[in-house]
């Protein structure tokens, strides 16, 4: 176990469903973060809370929706998905954002199908 | 602005040979560097990572990497091969203070022949 826990592991949804993912890290870092992983491609990054605050949004479309509630977990929340949102969503914190020499701890993943 | 290259897609060695992962990176600041490694179905787990103090830094499970500002590198190696390195390796340039970006490498597919 890193200390960031990701569930589920795994997921099968429809394109009308709604689901969440969901992510939690009791590591007592200040920032959490959410990527895309998909075959043949880059990480990509997707979110970025600091201090609960979102600071980032990749362009994501509205149909991935994040949640912030405290420093420890963050969620996704998924609706109306389509085929090529397929993919490994990584979870990942780190102790602050804003500084980049910590380096991150990454879930497992959420392995999502979208039939 | 911030870039990284990993100059090999995969890589194949075979057990017990040294094993070379090649990255280089661009960055108007001084930056931090990392390596980390992902096993199949699993998140990417930090192997090492340089912050501006010793160039040669060591990680876990036997991997180093060497710092080479003259070069812009970050080169990992491991002496002797195991089957269990068998993995995806990402190399990860992050720098600067105020809008710094942390940027992921395409990632270099590590096989290892028996």
């Known amino acids: 176990e890193t200390g960031v826990t990701q569930t589920p592991r795994h997921l099968v949804m429809g394109m009308t469903n709604k689901k969440s993912l969901k992510c939690e890290q009791h590591?007592?870092?200040?920032?959490m973060y959410w990527y895309k992983q998909s075959a043949k491609k880059p990480l990509e990054l997707m979110f970025v809370y600091n201090f609960k605050e979102q600071t980032e949004n990749n362009s994501v479309p509205s149909r991935f929706s994040p949640e912030c509630p405290n420093s420890s977990h963050l969620f996704l929340h998924l609706h109306t998905l389509q085929p090529e949102d397929s993919a490994l969503y990584l979870c990942?914190?780190?102790?602050?954002?804003?500084?980049?020499?910590?380096?991150?701890?990454f879930g497992s993943g959420t392995r999502l199908t979208v039939v | 602005a911030q870039s990284v290259t990993q100059l090999d897609s995969h890589v194949s060695v075979s057990e017990g040979t040294p094993v070379l992962l090649r990255c280089n990176y661009s960055?108007?600041?001084?930056?931090?560097l990392f390596w980390y490694v992902q096993h199949p179905n699993k998140g990417l787990q930090l192997l090492l990572k340089?912050?501006?103090?010793?160039?040669l830094v060591k990680g876990i499970n036997g991997f180093e990497a060497e710092f080479k500002k003259s070069e812009t590198s970050f080169h990992l190696t491991k002496p002797s091969a195991h089957m269990s390195d068998a993995a995806e390796y990402f190399c990860v340039v992050s720098g600067g203070t105020g809008g710094f970006k942390t940027i992921f490498g395409a990632g270099t597919r590590l096989f290892v022949k028996a």
């Open positions: 990942a914190s780190s102790q602050d954002s804003d500084r980049g020499n910590y380096g991150y701890t």
């Open positions: 960055s108007s600041y001084s930056p931090s």
């Open positions: 590591l007592g870092h200040n920032a």
């Open positions: 340089y912050t501006s103090a010793a160039t």
